[in-house]
């Protein structure tokens, strides 16, 4: 089930393995399932799941190596209630892949989402066979670390435990990556997990708890909200087990505890289940899915006047939580989460929006992905669930507003006060109630445009203000804007660069594809006067473009220098001179003043891993670059042929990924791979002064861009959001609104040189310019009537204010 043709650019055969079709697509590579072919040693003939290893990672030595480790110690796992690892494969010059036992099922997710919570025989069966599969894994000393019900496939020969991408062996004496440290979903994530503390196989024991709980239950563990939300849940409250089955409660409790040392070990929830008597009570009725539910609390906000932080009713997220560090995956969205995951692939991490492929942690797919498909009951549990949502999300509001309204020792609140509140609120139900959330929003922003109320506006409205440019085959990998504006150059993984007209930016038009580069296209930077484009690629080459005429562009230089990949581009403010970054750990500058005779000025060798971005100060007279060395360098370029280093940013835990200067040259954005943005003060630049620190993305940060005005940072990634911050204050900047609409990881981000839009590239394959200014915003809330609050909701949640039209 759930097999997808292969497409055109897929491998057409492996060695040992004959490809049948597409299963998914993670964020380590594609899965294909397969059949062994006759020399395929224990395997020939079967049908296989094969996980091949996407080429930009298969070129990385250190992550080769880590794939092999990982492969070979998975191999260990007693293989009762786990997928087989049948085959590791790295041959010298080709794509890694692993061969592992095709399983057909679906995932528990799958099943309670479609059947309801698992009957006590059922649930019996699961808690013994995962507490198995432990056991098994524990066994070969590695710990599984993001036990979840996307990860335990119901099969037909009974439950079975997948994915052992990010486990780590527990006899490891070091760790490649810092990756591996962060994964995990807050919502069956350990207190120590949580608190980026570290991790043993008694986490498993605590997930396996979660797990049980959300088999039996229906429900989250900590229920549901925000990461922030149940991340602090996870460390401070007690597991919500209303419902669960009483033989199994006590047991759950156990291994549900706090302090790691304390819970039971995997061997000691397997004897204690085989010993369990028979089930002394009918199934759970429909109560349980009232009971368990958690009142949503909306996590710490801060003004963006004052810098106080409003606190919610969970308060704080303590530990490792609040620094981005292990944060992990998108929470587990009940049973929505597509197919399931056979493999055991090293931190393999499914990227959604692809046809066929689950949420995060799914990796090698057996289910269809559309559960509806299956015989249904529960119908009864799953209305009153649809009923309860809202009448949460009401309590809430009911709490929350008139709460906020009577503040300030009996005195009227002033309207300014009052949408703070209610764009705060807005934020609580936003992930139970997306329409109220919309409705909240702007009649915040009716009562006082103030800056929380703008920031709720835009993170309700800005995806329906989008136009999307679908130019690319393959994933969008870099967006740049002109100078003036009215062209848009996009490069992508179909080794392409589309070069549009965005005049009219509901309209867009496609002038020219650029199909030079052998390989994949990665950033396009536009020359100040917008005449050149300059072009970088996996084919180890830069090429200029003269585009005076954009509909027909001319090839006038390529530019080779670099030994191994270019990965990014980058004009002077003058002009005339170009910036390089390559996977030969090296940044160059070259004068392009003559632009059909590029000459190379200077190589910048002082990174010992490769540089995968640069910028220019607006002055011209610096340069900095960002490395998967974990550092950000600054440099002075005033003799652009004898660069200085001036400083080393040593602060980031994993790779830099990203680097911009603010318009006034004052200060330096920095985005990693562990998940945080920092803000620094180049005022002198060899001794830059960190400003802030926050977590900007679930894990990673692929790019980072001050607004033309500074007073806004924008950054994504990983988590398929363009995240606003306001940096006009000092300390940790607060939220200013989120763009979402992609699919998948943004790779790119731009800003429109109004500074009234955004422009995003995916790895959905398509191109988005977001309008974020508030005439953009009100007209697509006034397009729908379904966001606009109604006068008997205004006098509910907002009575303080007196009524007045949104629209």
Sequence with gaps: ??????????????????????????????????????????????????????PDLARVPEFRARFRREADIARRVARFCTAEVLDVVDPPGGLPYLVTEYIDGFTLAQTVAAEGPLRSADLERLAVSVAAALMSIHGAGMVHRDLKPSNVLLSSLGPRVIDFGIARAMDAPTMLSQEIQRIGTPAFMAPEQANGEPVSAAADVFAWGGLVTYAGTGSFPFGDGPTPVQLYRVVHREPLLDGLDPNLRPIVEEAMRKD???????????????????PTHPDPDVTRVIHSAAPLAAPPQRSARTGEAF????????????????AGSIPDGGGGEGPA????????????GRTGVGGAGAEIGAGDGSPATRPRRGWGRRRIALLAAPLLAVALITALVPLALTSGGGDRPSHEEVAERVALAAEAVRTSDTDLAARLSLAAYRIDPDAEARAALRTSFAAATATVLRGHTASALGVSISPNGQLL????????????????????????????????????????????????????????????DPRHPVEVADILGHDGWVLDAAFSPNGKILATSGYDNTARLWDVSDRRHPRELSVLDRHTSWVNEVAFSPNGRLLATASADRTARIWDISDPSHPRPLAAITAHTDYVWAVAFSPDG?????????????????????????????????KWVFDVAFSPDGRTLATAGWDTTVHLWDVTGSGR????????????????????????????????????????????????????????ITETEWQRYIADVPYQPVC
């Design 1 to 54: 089930m759930g097999v997808a043709p292969l497409e055109p650019g897929d491998l057409t055969g492996l060695d040992r393995v004959e490809l049948l079709g597409r299963l998914g697509e993670g964020g380590m590579g594609t899965v294909y399932l397969g059949r062994g072919r006759e020399h395929a040693t224990g395997y020939a003939g079967r049908l296989v799941a094969v996980k091949v290893i996407r």
């Design 260 to 278: 790691p040392a304390a819970r039971p070990t995997a061997r000691d929830l397997f004897l204690r289940l085989v010993a369990m008597g028979p």
């Design 311 to 326: 606190p919610a009713s969970t308060g704080g997220v303590t530990g490792g939580a609040t620094a981005g560090g292990t």
């Design 341 to 352: 995951a056979h493999g055991t692939g090293a931190g393999a991490v499914t990227r959604p």
């Design 489 to 548: 150059a996009s490069t992508g993984a179909d080794n392409l660069v589309q070069l549009w007209d965005i005049a009219d930016r509901a309209h867009p038009v496609r002038l020219a594809t650029l199909n030079r580069h052998r390989s994949w296209t990665l950033d396009a930077a536009f020359s100040p006067d917008g005449t050149m484009l300059a072009t970088v690629s996996y084919d180890r080459s830069a090429i200029l473009w003269d585009i005076s």
């Design 666 to 698: 004052r200060r330096l954005a920095t985005g990693s791979y562990d998940g945080t943005a920092r803000i620094w003060d180049v005022t002198d630049p060899s001794r830059p002064e960190a400003v802030a620190s926050f977590p900007a993305d679930e």
């Design 733 to 788: 900047p607060p939220a200013a609104g989120t763009i979402s609409g992609h699919g998948d990881w943004i790779q790119a981000l731009a800003w429109t040189p109004d500074g009234r839009g955004i422009a995003t590239a995916s790895d959905d394959y398509s191109i988005r310019i977001s309008s974020i200014d508030d005439a953009s915003l009100i007209a697509a809330a006034c397009a729908d009537p379904s966001r606009q």
